[in-house]
């Protein structure tokens, strides 16, 4: 158990790998706040935890909203003083993935949910941060976003390069203070985003898939580590790599 209870914002919080990791930082005593745009899903996680006497709470809305993202943040800070560890996770993907059946939407709102949304509530708790000179920002982005994927489809692989690079930046910009960041580039791990894909795996081929327990274990470890110590970047994968061309369409 944490003695000095940490702060921590989940963004994406209910389902998948942001409940996980909710979870399992709320087991080592945290004050953990989730966000995400379907109540239902956060009202069951935040209950599961309080009924388990974890301290969790929870705000609705969209992660690219700045007035959502300003007024959770806000009211997160009034009532703790501070926020700890911001984790990134929203995002989703969308059915269209080849470039000439991307339609302007598509793009728009898979950068809205990976990347605009993790760029607001950054700038959101950066000045908390920094007058504390403390604390650690985790941006969930996908080995997708290290090389161009036809299985990711072409907006959420560009998405996930941009939350890359802007880690990197944020790394650079923070140099001189003791807050820092990290971009965790998971493989395929069997979350319901899976369900988002033009063809969606078997429940054969998810057991193959990285579990989103692990990737939680992971991120609660890597904000287990000193403020002297920063891991920029990290690819989780799968142990096993499975076929996957059955699955991938390509325009004629």
Not at 82 to 97: E, F, P
Not at 152 to 174: D, H, P, Q, R, W
Not at 192 to 212: C, G, H
Not at 221 to 245: C, D, F, Q, Y
């Amino acid at each position: 158990m944490n003695k000095d209870k940490r702060t921590i914002i989940i963004t994406g919080g209910g389902s998948g790998i942001g409940m996980e990791t909710a979870i399992k930082f709320a087991e080592l005593g945290d004050n953990i706040i989730i966000t995400g745009r379907t109540e239902s899903k956060l009202k069951d996680i935040t209950s599961l935890i309080n009924n388990d006497n974890g301290t969790c709470s929870y705000y609705t809305g969209d992660v690219a909203d700045p007035k959502f993202v300003s007024q959770t943040v806000n009211s997160i800070i009034e009532k703790y003083g501070k926020v700890d560890i911001l984790m990134n996770n929203a995002g989703h993907s969308t059915i269209n993935r080849n470039t000439e059946n991307t339609e302007l939407n598509d793009i728009v709102n898979v950068f809205n949910s990976n990347l605009v949304g993790t760029v607001l509530f950054t700038q959101a708790v950066l000045g908390n941060m920094k007058k504390n000179n403390k604390g650690l920002i985790i941006n969930i982005s996908s080995v997708a976003g290290l090389s161009g994927s036809p299985l990711a489809g072409l907006s959420y692989g560009a998405a996930k390069a941009a939350v890359i690079n802007f880690t990197e930046y944020l790394n650079v910009e923070l140099k001189d203070t003791m807050v820092k960041a990290t971009a965790l580039m998971p493989g395929e791990v069997n979350t319901p985003i899976m369900d988002q894909r033009p063809i969606v795996p078997s429940n054969e081929d998810r057991q193959l898939m990285a579990k989103s327990s692990d990737v939680a274990e992971t991120i609660v470890s890597l904000a287990s580590l000193s403020e002297n110590t920063s891991i920029h970047s990290m690819v989780i994968m799968p142990n096993k790599l499975r076929n996957v061309s059955s699955e991938i369409i390509m325009p004629k």
